[in-house]
């Protein structure tokens, strides 16, 4: 579960009907768990900039 402070999933929430909320939370959820490496670690990833998410029609 995400916690209920994690701004993005207070986002969708807010603006996505409730089924649709919780399951873009579902899909965004091992993004959340993303951490800078440490020394000496691989690189994985490199965030340019936030996803879009466009609009669900009401």
């Known amino acids: 579960m995400v916690a209920p ?8 929430r807010h603006h996505l009907p409730a089924a649709v909320a919780d399951e873009w939370i579902a899909l965004i959820r ?3 768990h993303l ?6 670690e691989p690189e994985v990833a ?3 900039s936030p ?3 466009r ?3 009401r």
């Open 5 to 12: 402070d994690v701004p993005l999933a207070t986002l969708a």
């Open 35 to 40: 951490r800078p490496a440490e020394r000496g």
């Open 46 to 48: 490199r965030i340019m």
């Open 30 to 32: 091992p993004a959340l």
């Open 51 to 53: 996803p879009l998410v």
């Open 55 to 57: 609009s669900h029609p």
